[in-house]
């Protein structure tokens, strides 16, 4: 059974500096996994989708990667700002159809 | 744009009281799945369903039903409420099986008391 852990589960941080949150999951048989943003009281985003045969993805200040055979994805979060702020969630595509999610880790950045 | 549209927001029930959440998307996806999300557990699949007239379980079905007649629209069913189904819902719909961009809507927050 496939399960997808993120690592801390909260990270506080000075405006303008780059980080990197983790994301691990138990069976490297994926299809895909995607990164997404949830504000408080809303609902998810996807920010980066890395396919199965991709090592990483980039979209503005953000980069994601993954190794397959460690099980490990991370997300690089480059001159961080205050916006940014908000709770990121991993999930791994396992099957044609079953999509799973990580429990996320709540960023905050302080001005 | 609407997107994935969820209604209500808000819901408080009885045990034992039934109720129905809408969902609604208007981009013609294919793909159509509910989620809870409870607090350190991350997002759990409920039922999803691959196209109208064809739905499947996913990790936690126990207690709600589903039904896909229209590409439109993918209703949540409560039969029975109970406490232990307190929690955040969430729809969520992508375009095909390799499409993978998955759009959620804004959620339901369902109390049972």
């Known amino acids: 059974k496939q399960e997808v852990t993120q690592i801390p589960a909260a990270l506080s941080v000075p405006e303008g500096e780059n980080l990197v949150l983790n994301c691990s999951f138990t069976d490297s048989a994926i299809y895909n996994l995607q990164w997404f943003r949830q504000d408080h009281g809303k609902g998810l985003t996807s920010l980066l989708l890395?396919?199965?045969?991709?090592r990483e993805q980039t979209s503005g200040r953000l980069n994601a990667s993954l190794d397959k055979s460690s099980g490990r994805s991370t997300l690089y979060i480059a001159a961080s700002q205050p916006g940014d702020s908000a709770t990121y969630l991993c999930?791994?595509?396992?099957?044609?159809?079953?999509?799973?999610f990580g429990s996320g880790t709540r960023l905050s950045i302080r001005p | 744009n609407a997107g994935v549209t969820q209604t209500p927001k808000f819901q408080v029930l009885k045990t034992g009281q039934s109720m129905t959440l809408q969902c609604a998307q208007d981009?013609?996806?294919?793909?159509m799945s509910w989620y809870r999300q409870d607090p350190g557990m991350g997002l759990r699949l409920i039922h999803y369903?691959?196209?109208?007239?064809?739905?499947d379980q996913g990790e936690v079905p126990n207690g709600y039903n589903v039904s896909r007649s229209t590409t439109e629209d993918f209703p949540l069913r409560l039969l029975s409420a109970a406490p232990s189904q307190t929690s955040v819902y969430f729809c969520?719909?992508?375009?095909?099986?390799?499409?993978?961009?998955?759009?959620f809507g804004s959620g339901t927050q369902l109390s049972v008391l």
């Open positions: 999930a791994v595509r396992s099957s044609a159809s079953k999509i799973i």
């Open positions: 369903s691959v196209g109208a007239g064809i739905t």
């Open positions: 981009m013609n996806h294919e793909y």
């Open positions: 969520a719909s992508r375009q095909s099986a390799t499409n993978e961009k998955l759009f």
């Open positions: 890395i396919q199965s045969s991709q």
